[in-house]
T-cell receptor
Framework: RKEVEQDPGPFNVPEGATVAFNCTYS??????FFWYRQDCRKEPKLLMS???SGNEDGRFTAQLNRASQYISLLIRDSKLSDSATYLC?????????????FGTGTRLQVFP | DAEITQSPRHKITETGRQVTLACHQT?????MFWYRQDLGHGLRLIHY???????NKGEVSDGYSVSRSNTEDLPLTLESAASSQTSVYFC???????????FGQGTRLTVV
């Protein structure tokens, strides 16, 4: 089983739609969770951290479910500029808490 | 502004040659990482370092080495380049646990 698993997509959605991505992780001791965004042929950049109580940043909402070991990302009112690959990232305790494990990414394509 | 830079951005080399990819960060971060990204595999960790003189193997370290003689640099060396090492390589740095990792722009390496 992969340490971090994501549906590769692509998710093709019209502008204005709401779309959600899920990600599962295997290490129950993981403590840090993130969503990164990667545009084609570019480096990954942090979109948002994911906190235990869930958190929101504008149109983006992240949730964590520790019991089921998954995190989610909800994008409301999709924009063309949201088209990218979204990477789920978790840390790797207990000995390597600063090491980040990346999922393979979920590709989102927003069309007019 | 602090940044992380990789060089070269593109390189073509022949099988069997030794190649070194440079990574330099001005964030003064202790943690530095090298990943490779291939279609279908996402970002895979090659080597990482938690500080000067500290280096650790990641999940795909065979054929690669790193050294950390100062805080700013973590060069990645391919001892004898192989076609299987054709990939996009990303360097990243972070301050510590629960903190954002900043990525360089990537090096596209082709081994012919």
């Amino acid at each position: 089983r992969k340490e971090v698993e994501q549906d590769p997509g692509p998710f093709n959605v019209p502008e204005g739609a709401t779309v959600a991505f899920n990600c599962t992780y295997s290490n129950s001791a993981s403590q840090s969770f993130f969503w990164y965004r990667q545009d084609c042929r570019k480096e990954p950049k942090l979109l948002m951290s994911v906190y235990s109580s869930g958190n929101e940043d504008g149109r983006f909402t992240a949730q964590l479910n520790r019991a089921s070991q998954y995190i989610s990302l909800l994008i409301r009112d999709s924009k063309l500029s949201d088209s990218a690959t979204y990477l789920c990232v978790v840390n790797d305790p207990p000995y390597n808490t600063d090491k980040l494990i990346f999922g393979t990414g979920t590709r989102l394509q927003v069309f007019p | 502004d602090a940044e992380i830079t990789q060089s070269p951005r593109h390189k073509i080399t022949e099988t069997g040659r030794q190649v070194t990819l440079a990574c330099h960060q001005t964030w003064n971060h202790n943690n530095m990482f090298w990943y490779r990204q291939d279609l279908g595999h996402g970002l895979r960790l090659i080597h990482y370092s938690y500080g000067v003189q500290d280096t650790n193997k990641g999940e795909v370290s065979d054929g690669y080495s790193v050294s950390r003689s100062n805080t700013e640099d973590l060069p990645l060396t391919l001892e004898s380049a192989a076609s299987s090492q054709t990939s996009v390589y990303f360097c990243a740095s972070s301050e510590g646990t629960n903190t954002e990792a900043f990525f360089g722009q990537g090096t596209r390496l082709t081994v012919v």
